[in-house]
Structure formats: C-alpha cells, structure tokens
C-alpha cells in the first residue's frame, strides 16, 4: 500500500504540526469567544441562577410578611441603613420554609425599601 506524500518526510511533520495548532486554536477560541466553560463555572453560574430565581419568587413574600407584622414599619424606617437586614430577620424569621440568611435579608429589605418609596406620599 502506498502512503499519501502529505503523511511523508517533511510534509507529515507540517501536517501534524498544523493539526496540534488546530486543535489548540478550536479550544482556544471555543473558551474565549464560544462560549465554552469549565464544569466548576457552570455548577457557579447554575447555583447563582437557582438563588436568583429563588429570590425574584421569596422577597415579595417576605415584603408581603414584614409589611403586615405590627411596628415592623416603624421600627425598619428607623433604623440605619446598614442595620435594616437585622430588622427584617428580627420580624420575618423564615418564608415559605426558607430561613432568613444574610443575603435574602439584604434583598428583602432592598425590596422593602422600594414597596415605601412606591407608597411614600408625593410632596
């Protein structure tokens, strides 16, 4: 059987050379540009997706829940800016058998923030 003269000599060394580059250019430009991601990336983007979507379901309730507890208002208003996370942990202890931890107590009471300015009277 006769070998094809590109797997001969001087010529395979180039064909095999070119086709490492090629393979390490495809990887290259599939990470950079393609879109591709390593397996710890894509568990990182999932379990940032499942707590986004889990918060855009969760803080209306607990806006729902502080806002109907007696003083909770009150009390939110004021407090300093920094500290309003304990205040929304100190009347809302879970929802929806979730438990208040510190980011959800932060996005709760961002959420809250915003349900006052919408209600707060216009001057």
Do not use: H, N
Request: hydrophobic share 45%.
């Amino acid at each position: 059987m006769k070998v094809p003269a590109i797997l001969q000599g001087e010529a395979r060394t180039r064909f095999l050379q070119g086709t490492a580059f090629g393979a390490v250019a495809a990887v290259a430009i599939g990470f950079i540009w393609g879109g591709w991601v390593t397996g710890e990336t894509a568990r990182i983007m999932s379990a940032s997706a499942e707590t986004s979507g889990r918060m855009s379901v969760l803080v209306p309730l607990c806006v729902a829940q502080f806002t109907a507890a007696d003083g909770a208002v009150a009390k939110f208003k004021a407090a300093d800016s920094y500290s309003r996370d304990t205040v929304v942990r100190e009347f809302v202890k879970d929802v929806a058998s979730t438990s208040m931890d510190y980011p959800f107590a932060t996005a709760c009471a961002s959420g809250i923030e915003t349900e006052l300015a919408k209600t707060a009277p216009k001057s």
